[in-house]
């Protein structure tokens, strides 16, 4: 079974050149330190750029970037746990008039104390269901080697028969296992979506 965001599309972003991305990518930011710390932003960006457009609300999605940025701060180890994120995200909303709520699953280092692999379908897809995208904190890529450690991503569609996710990095889709990352990854990470309940924002 083959779950996925109802218009990915929406996630399309169109840079001056024409080329086309799904999702977007830490690249674009001017600042230096944000190219190199800004993958957190970019996720949250993601998120609610999806929203806010399934809502018919126009977005520049390089200023929502920029300002989300404000909000989703990465400090010098980034943006690295679920709280630092849904709280600047939270914020973000509050300023912006824009009322929802963030569910956050966490992913401990020790594996004993993790969610099994069914409760990490169960959280993606649910959110998926709703059509909101997933953002993905991986803090070590374990075995999978198409995963950027230390990196928020932003997860669109599962095939939850083989637990295959397909994530959207640096404005890219790759596909990866999670039950192998969830088996193997060495410092585990968290999974956070938002439910979208009113929105008066315009950028």
Not at 82 to 96: D, L, P, Q, W
Not at 99 to 107: E, G, K, P, Y
Not at 112 to 134: A, C, Q, Y
Not at 143 to 170: F, G, N, R
Request: charged fraction near 20%; proline fraction near 3%.
């Amino acid at each position: 079974m083959k779950v996925r965001l109802a218009k990915p599309e929406l996630m399309n972003i169109t840079n001056s050149t024409g080329e086309v991305f799904i999702g977007g990518s830490q690249e674009w930011f001017e600042d230096k330190w944000h190219k190199k710390s800004g993958c957190g932003p970019v996720a949250a960006t993601n998120l609610v750029y999806y929203q806010m457009r399934r809502s018919g609300l126009d977005s520049d999605y390089f200023l929502l970037m920029r300002e989300m940025y404000d909000y989703v701060t990465p400090t010098l180890r980034g943006v690295n746990s679920s709280g630092i994120f849904t709280a600047g995200v939270e914020r973000f909303a509050t300023a912006n008039g824009i009322q929802i709520s963030t569910v956050a699953l966490d992913i401990p280092k020790k594996k004993r104390d993790r969610p099994r692999s069914e409760k990490l379908k169960e959280f993606i897809v649910t959110s998926l269901n709703m059509d909101s995208p997933v953002t993905f904190l991986n803090l070590s890529n374990g075995a999978v080697s198409k995963l950027q450690s230390w990196h928020w991503v932003t997860i669109i569609a599962i095939d939850a028969d083989k637990m295959l996710i397909e994530i959207s990095d640096y404005g890219k889709i790759i596909e990866i296992n999670i039950s192998e990352w969830l088996e193997t990854s060495m410092l585990g990470g968290a999974m956070v979506y938002i439910i979208t309940r009113h929105s008066g924002y315009q950028s």
